[in-house]
């Protein structure tokens, strides 16, 4: 058993009870963020643990920093440790949002060298119109010890995006919605608008009506129309504070478009400089 980007509900509920499966509950809310484990501790699926987007998955926001920075790799290591996984687990991460927030940890996990994990096509939703079976019941968990193996060159800081725009060495995807984008609306930073240079590909563009990911072929076609001659490995995902962004990556690696990078940072970091261009329309 190896995911590494996705797995159907069908193929998880035939894994429960491998003992080298951790399933990881992500689900969130930016409008309430306590709401995701109030949901967790209503039902989940059985042995999940839940993981706070805030609290487990994002550090201490700064003054320079966006608005869910990048975990300490120690921490983030050890606490998968408590978690009970290690370097041979298969883990499994699931949201109610189709991947938009299970991605980070999708992302978060490959950075450390762990490439065996992958994201539950449809969420818990597609879990639940599947039939399957959830649970109140928290796992029982034995700690482990998780070692991680930094992966380099998955990452761009501000001032790198800011040289390869520059320089016309890379391609930045905003995935925020088409509003937020072109600076109609902004209901979460103090500042609307774009980082110039950056085209619009919101996240939702690679489900289909039933939050599913679109085909492998159908997403590589989008995917080159939008980045052109471009190679994947000069594409760098955004977003409003680093999270959504993961899932434009998840997408262009199940369309085989593989290497692509994030700018964790991403809109909420960008405007903390004033010195920093902005583009709205």
């Known amino acids: 058993m190896k995911y590494t980007t996705l797995i ?4 998880l509920n035939k894994e429960l009870g491998n003992p080298d499966l951790i399933i990881f509950d992500c689900r969130f809310s930016l409008a309430d963020t306590e709401a995701g484990f109030a949901a967790y501790r209503h039902g989940h699926i059985p042995t999940a643990r839940y993981a706070h987007l805030d609290n487990d998955l994002s550090s201490t926001i700064s003054s320079f920093t966006g608005r869910h ?51 539950l096509d449809g969420g818990y939703r597609q879990w639940m119109q599947s039939g399957f079976p959830t649970t109140t019941h928290l796992p029982k968990i034995t700690p482990k010890i998780f070692r991680p193996y930094l992966v380099g060159e998955t990452q761009l800081n501000a001032m790198e995006v800011q040289n390869g725009l520059a320089g016309k060495k890379i391609c930045l ?50 995917f080159i ?6 190679n994947p490995q000069q594409i760098v995902h955004m977003c409003g504070s680093g999270v959504t962004a993961c899932h434009n990556l998840l997408a262009m690696e199940v369309a085989e478009l593989k290497g692509s990078k994030l700018y964790p940072g991403s809109w909420s970091e960008w405007i903390k400089d004033k010195n920093r261009a902005i583009a709205t329309s």
């Open 173 to 222: 995807i905003d995935a925020r919605s088409p509003e937020r984008y072109r600076g109609e609306q902004e209901p979460i930073d103090p500042i609307a608008g774009h980082i110039p240079g950056a085209v619009n590909r919101p996240f939702q563009l690679n489900l289909d009506k039933n939050g599913l990911l679109l085909s492998p072929e159908i997403l590589r076609n989008q």
């Open 225 to 230: 129309q939008l980045i052109g001659e471009k």
């Open 69 to 119: 920075p990048l975990p300490s790799t120690t921490v983030l290591a050890q606490n998968l440790g408590q978690w009970g996984m290690d370097n041979q687990s298969q883990v499994i991460v699931y949201d109610d949002n189709s991947g938009a927030f299970a991605g980070r940890l999708w992302w978060l996990l490959r950075t450390l060298g762990h490439d065996s994990v992958a994201v």
């Open 8 to 11: 159907s509900a069908n193929e």
